[in-house]
């Protein structure tokens, strides 16, 4: 890669200049950054080591130190056309072209690999995401976690790592979300049976309405009247859940005994509900490798132990008849409740289990995708990890922006099912398309609010970002193919005359697909995906600078030599290397024809 040979030519200057009694330097472990000028009168690459230098070198002039290097960086350079100093001490470096011809080689070469390394090999690294309640269906905010933990997975393995994904399934037996929503889903089944149902209007001080049962053999007054739960579930979903175990079971709940109904419905719909959110981001292009149960926590003893291993070491106490955790001491605002006083576990007991049982399970980096609220909860949770003998470094707390749909103009507020969660797969992926909602999700950072423009994903026109990008990679595969209608005979890279490729447009396009390994690396390593969304739409415009200024085939009013052709050809087929490449690690199609 020409950045990790630019780097080492630094670092060698900065050391010789440093051996040659230019300027101190104690500490040899500098990190050296290359940045891509915008404007390429500043060079190929320019980088701001001086400056970060100035301590380090004793000096207080760090243009006065990106001279002293500049000395050291030779003349006569296979990759070097120049070297200048520019500004209060930014070395910037111009390359010569030869470069950029090589990397077109390598692109062909390496193909499906261009763009990946060995970087983070040895890294065993979890991520989980998502991990949703079981109470509802997968929302767009979940969409947005999900594919950001996707394809974050995805370059972390591009890059070496050793990479699983992970659900998380909060099914404890003391979650009383799950307990409100499994008696949600026993009132809709009742209701299919012609009971009627009370709904309180508590909330906004008037009065209770009541529903009609839906079917019955009997006179609606013979059948006794439900209560709908506080704050219970009111999505239509709720009622698809009631209606499948109708199907299934008929009035079987209607007279057993109510703790087997009320064990059959929780485990019922348990086991519907998941199955339905795995089948929501299975249409987004999401397959986890474990979905683990909280439950298993408690079932295997898990908790338990964790929490008597905290008393042993003494990060524990005792205090108005619960146990606590000394959170204090470990990085956290106060100490937090392990046990309460009426003996059930909570989260941070559960949650330290679970994270210990990861690292136990041998990965030596977690990351966990949460939402913007989870904010208060990163504190705690590291404590309990650095408590039972865990670096807290290795686990990284991600947290995501909100994010909103528009649809003509105004905001999306409400799903088509009636409920107020706005749902993935029914409110998006089946209006815009699984390829859409991937792009615009990852166009910005997830530290930022996003919005999704319906309309505006649905245009086949270059004003929408995704139709761009694709568009660009399938107009450069018909290139490809109308050559070989022609009956024009592909060159391999490796024997076209690439040195033909000298308009500034080629030049261009070059330059950027020589930054695409860097960019993935970058991505991987700042988990920043949405800089690869920005390349594709930044490579899809340079190649249309590409199409104005240089043509390709020959035509009748325009002739051009078969060693041109051969040459932008190879050109041709790197773009769409590198752009089907980027398009295949965010999960998006990089279609033939559109």
């Known amino acids: 890669m020409i950045t990790d040979e630019l780097s080492r030519v630094i670092r060698m200057a900065v050391l010789s200049a440093r051996d040659a009694g230019e300027y101190t330097l104690e500490n040899a472990d500098f990190e050296i950054s290359l940045e891509t000028p915008r404007n390429k009168l500043h060079g190929d690459y320019s980088c701001s080591i001086a400056l970060a230098m100035k301590k380090m070198a004793g000096l207080n002039n760090s243009r006065e130190i990106a001279e002293k290097i500049l000395k050291y960086i030779p003349a006569a350079s296979p990759i070097l056309l120049r070297t200048e100093v520019a500004g209060p001490g930014f070395l910037n470096f111009y390359l010569k072209p030869e470069w950029l011809y090589e990397t077109l080689r390598l692109i062909e070469l390496e193909d499906i690999k261009y763009g990946t390394s060995s970087k983070m090999v040895g890294e065993r690294i979890l991520v989980e995401f998502v991990s949703a309640n079981p109470t509802g269906p997968i929302s767009v905010v979940n969409g947005r976690a999900a594919v950001l933990g996707d394809v974050l997975s995805t370059l972390l393995a591009s890059q070496g790592a050793v990479v699983s994904r992970e659900f998380y399934i909060n099914d404890a037996l003391n979650s009383l979300q799950l307990e409100k929503f499994s008696h949600t889903v026993l009132v809709r089944y009742m209701q299919e049976f012609g009971h009627s149902v009370i709904m309180s209007s508590s909330e906004d001080g008037g009065a209770d309405t009541i529903e009609p049962g839906v079917q019955s053999s009997k006179a609606a007054a013979d059948i006794s009247p439900v209560v709908f739960p506080k704050d219970?579930?009111?999505?239509?979903?709720?009622?698809?859940?009631?209606?499948?175990?109708?199907?299934?079971?008929?009035?079987?709940?209607?007279?057993?005994?109510?703790?087997?109904?009320?064990?059959?419905?929780?485990?019922?719909?348990?086991?519907?509900m998941v199955a339905a959110q795995k089948s929501a981001l299975e249409a987004f292009g999401i397959h986890f490798d474990t979905w683990y149960y909280e439950s298993e926590l408690y079932s295997s003893g898990s908790v338990e132990k964790t929490i008597q291993q905290l008393k042993d070491l003494g990060y524990a106490y005792e205090n108005d008849g619960a146990l606590w955790l000394k959170s204090s001491e470990l990085g956290d605002d106060k100490d937090r409740v392990l046990v309460r006083s009426n003996e059930k576990a909570t989260y941070i007991a559960a949650d330290s289990a679970y994270h210990h049982d990861k690292f136990e399970r041998g990965f030596n980096h977690l990351i966990n995708i949460w939402g913007a609220d989870h904010h208060g909860y990163v504190a705690r949770l590291k404590a309990g990890v650095a408590a039972l003998g865990h670096d807290p470094q290795k686990l990284e707390i991600v947290l995501t922006q909100m994010v909103s749909l528009v649809r003509d103009g105004e905001a999306v507020i409400g799903g088509k099912r009636k409920g107020n969660v706005i749902e993935l797969k029914e409110d998006l992926i089946d209006d815009?398309?699984?390829?859409?909602?991937?792009?615009?999700?990852?166009?910005?950072?997830?530290?930022?609010?996003?919005?999704?423009?319906?309309?505006?994903?649905?245009?086949?026109?270059?004003?929408?970002?995704?139709?761009?990008?694709?568009?660009?990679?399938?107009?450069?595969?018909?290139?490809?193919?109308?050559?070989?209608?022609?009956?024009?005979?592909?060159?391999?890279?490796?024997?076209?005359?690439?040195?033909?490729?000298?308009?500034?447009?080629?030049?261009?396009?070059?330059?950027?697909?020589?930054?695409?390994?860097?960019?993935?690396?970058?991505?991987?390593?700042?988990?920043?995906?949405?800089?690869?969304?920005r390349f594709g739409m930044e490579l899809a415009s340079l190649l249309n600078v590409f199409y104005e200024n240089c043509r390709v085939l020959p035509g009748a009013d325009d002739p051009i030599s078969k060693e041109l052709t051969s040459a932008r050809l190879a050109l041709v087929n790197g773009a769409r290397i590198v752009q089907r490449n980027l398009l295949n690690l965010l999960g998006i199609s990089a279609p033939d024809k559109m």
């Open 232 to 272: 219970g579930y009111r999505g239509e979903y709720v009622r698809d859940i009631a209606r499948g175990i109708v199907a299934e079971s008929g009035d079987k709940f209607l007279k057993c005994s109510a703790d087997e109904r009320d064990a059959y419905f929780r485990q019922a719909t348990l086991s519907r």
């Open 432 to 533: 815009i398309g699984k390829d859409a909602a991937r792009f615009y999700f990852l166009l910005n950072s997830y530290d930022t609010p996003a919005t999704v423009d319906v309309e505006l994903a649905k245009k086949q026109s270059n004003d929408n970002p995704v139709y761009y990008v694709q568009y660009a990679h399938a107009r450069l595969v018909n290139i490809l193919i109308k050559a070989e209608e022609m009956g024009i005979q592909r060159m391999p890279g490796s024997k076209a005359a690439l040195a033909l490729l000298t308009h500034a447009a080629e030049l261009e396009l070059l330059r950027k697909l020589t930054d695409y390994p860097e960019e993935v690396a970058s991505s991987a390593r700042d988990y920043s995906p949405h800089r690869l969304t």
